[in-house]
């Protein structure tokens, strides 16, 4: 069964420091996988989209990687802010996109 | 336009009543889906477009629910007979491509309907 998995559920950190959301799937044979933030009553927002032959990518403070053998991505946002206070959520493409359930993020001042 | 966009942002209806909810993709997006996502819960899937097609209804919860497209745009889902399960946030997206074609198949999402069935 094709299952995408986001842990922690909940994050929170001091302004300032770097953030790592984690991304596990079960099937290696992505086609690719896209990463959004969703704010609260929102919908969600693309951040970044990795195809299934890159390594990395990269957008500002934020860059993401994959390791499709290892069924992970990791999404690092740099130098955390207030603003970066949100629910991320991972969604795999082996076809139609499936997400896993998110990680709320609250960045405190 | 700009984005993705659907109409109404917020519906409350009785239970037993028919709702139309609308998502207009962004201008030259082929593929379009519908996602549901309840409190507390993840998006769960209910159906894609490709073009006025849909290759892939497995996520329709029930036959209450149904899904067109025209024109290669605008789509309307449809929930008739209305239960209060059927109370969540519907979201639509779009993508230039249907999956699978690389970064093309990116999903830009609209900002959603909130369905309230009382």
């Known amino acids: 069964k094709q299952e995408v998995t986001q842990i922690p559920a909940a994050l929170s950190v001091p302004e300032g420091e770097n953030l790592v959301l984690n991304c596990s799937f079960t099937?290696?044979?992505?086609?690719?996988l896209q990463w959004f933030r969703q704010d609260p009553g929102k919908g969600l927002t693309s951040l970044l989209l990795i195809q299934s032959s890159q390594r990395e990518q990269t957008s500002g403070r934020l860059n993401a990687s994959l390791d499709k053998s290892s069924g992970r991505s990791t999404l690092y946002i740099a130098a955390s802010q207030p603003g970066d206070s949100a629910t991320y959520l991972c969604a795999v493409s082996w076809g139609k996109f499936q997400f896993g359930a998110g990680t709320q993020v609250v960045v405190t001042p | 336009g700009a984005g993705v966009s659907q109409s109404p942002s917020n519906k409350v209806t009785e239970k037993g009543k028919d709702v139309e909810l609308r998502c207009d993709p962004i201008s030259g997006h082929t593929a379009l889906y519908w996602y549901r996502q309840s409190l507390g819960q993840g998006l769960e899937f209910l159906i894609y477009?490709?073009?006025?097609?849909?290759?892939?209804k497995s996520g329709l919860p029930s036959d209450r629910f149904s899904a067109e497209r025209t024109g290669g745009s605008v789509s309307t889902l449809t929930i008739q007979r209305t239960q209060q399960e059927d109370s969540a946030v519907y979201l639509c997206?779009?993508?230039?491509?249907?999956?699978?074609?690389?970064?093309?198949?990116?999903?830009?999402f609209g900002p959603g309907t909130r369905l309230t069935v009382l």
């Open positions: 997206a779009s993508s230039l491509r249907p999956p699978p074609s690389g970064s093309y198949n990116e999903q830009f």
């Open positions: 477009f490709q073009g006025n097609s849909a290759p892939d």
């Open positions: 099937d290696s044979a992505i086609y690719n």
